[in-house]
């Protein structure tokens, strides 16, 4: 009923840029706070980055400074701009939201399938 799709993701020099892209689809009624994650191999999971509803933003101590977490209410997208990437950025992103569809009214997460970033030195 939900579908969280991301692109953007690829191969990049360290010190170069990237920009990753969430866009929610289906039977939304409303998004409430939406977020960025990462894996890296034999690593668990961690917050890059998260945004309420409201445009309050909140990013990992790792990256900030380089990162910068945005998001069109309008679109259901949300966006994580990556700047000055270093080789230890390289994981797979997964974008998550929190999410009320139109026939239920309870909050439920959704995470998309995720997409490769790698930054070579």
């Known amino acids: 009923q939900v579908q969280l799709v991301e692109s953007g993701g690829g191969l990049v020099q360290a010190g170069g840029s990237l920009r990753l892209s969430c866009a929610a689809s289906?039977?939304?009624?409303?998004?409430?706070?939406m977020g960025w994650y990462r894996q890296a191999p034999g690593k668990q999971r961690e917050l890059v980055a998260a945004?309420?509803?409201?445009?309050?933003?909140n990013v990992a101590d790792s990256v900030k400074g380089r990162f910068t977490i945005s998001r069109d209410n309008a679109k259901n997208t949300m966006y994580l701009q990556m700047n000055t990437l270093k080789p230890e950025d390289t994981a797979v992103y997964y974008c998550?939201?929190?999410?009320?569809?139109?026939?239920?009214?309870?909050?439920?997460?959704?995470w998309g399938q995720g997409t490769q970033v790698t930054v070579s030195s």
């Open positions: 998550n939201a929190r999410i009320m569809i139109v026939t239920i009214p309870r909050w439920d997460d959704y």
């Open positions: 289906g039977s939304i009624f409303r998004i409430n706070a």
């Open positions: 945004i309420t509803s409201a445009g309050t933003t």
